[in-house]
């Protein structure tokens, strides 16, 4: 298994583009978790999906972030505009179905917003 | 709401000497417990975790925890740690519900010759 696939593994923009990350979850896991990670702020929850749907989006900062979950594997992440604040490492992480399982990460996507 | 606190930001040790990695939780309800490493520039993997049963748990790499319901506490321990151990150590809580995971802030563990 190829596990959880990100990409890009690194992106530089500037401040005001759009910004999008993707998630590929391991096949038949059917929650997917997207994390931001700052030497500031640590590890946080953005959003998460169960079976394709947003289940609790409290974590996203504002409107300028929005997650999508088309199919069971894909997701993206889109950052628009993006401001420099939001540079950070960005995980996306999967489950099976089923209490207390195991998170698998992604290797993230390291986003510098100048 | 439950919260994880780890105490220690940085924990410097010396090749093949014991460590202790501390966690405390607060929470209301019951709750499950997990330990996480996370490598230079990679993402995080599962060392071990506690669900019910045994408070002695054993995990990958010579890792155990031991969960302390009275004192709230899940702290992560190895006898003699090695140069690869050196990583990000991130100690997490679930109370169940969809296995969202709340989690601490990170030690970083640095194994010294």
């Known amino acids: 298994d190829a596990g959880v696939i990100q990409s890009p593994r690194h992106e530089v923009t500037e401040m005001g583009q759009e910004v999008t990350l993707r998630c590929k979850p391991i096949s038949g896991h059917n929650s997917l978790f997207w994390y931001r990670q700052t030497m500031m702020r640590g590890l946080e929850l953005l959003i998460y999906f169960n079976n394709n749907v947003p289940i609790d989006d409290s974590g996203m900062p504002e409107d300028r972030f929005s997650a999508k979950m088309p199919n069971a594997s894909f997701s993206t992440l889109k950052i628009q505009p993006s401001e420099p604040r939001d540079s950070a490492v960005y995980f996306c992480?999967?489950?099976?179905?089923?209490?207390?399982?195991?998170?698998?990460f992604g290797p993230g996507t390291r986003l510098t917003v100048l | 709401a439950q919260s994880v606190t780890q105490l220690d930001s940085q924990v410097p040790v010396f090749e093949e000497a014991p460590v202790e990695l501390r966690c405390n939780y607060s929470s209301s309800v019951s709750v499950y417990l997990f330990w996480y490493v996370q490598y230079p520039n990679q993402g995080l993997q599962l060392l071990l975790k506690y669900l019910s049963g045994s408070t002695l748990v054993k995990g990958i790499n010579g890792f155990e925890a031991e969960f302390n319901k009275s004192q709230t506490s899940f702290h992560l321990r190895k006898p003699s740690v090695h140069i690869s151990d050196t990583a990000e150590y991130f100690c997490a809580v679930s109370t169940g519900g969809g296995n969202k995971l709340t989690f601490g802030t990170g030690t970083q563990l640095k194994v010294e010759l």
């Open positions: 992480a999967s489950t099976r179905e089923g209490p207390y399982n195991e998170q698998f």
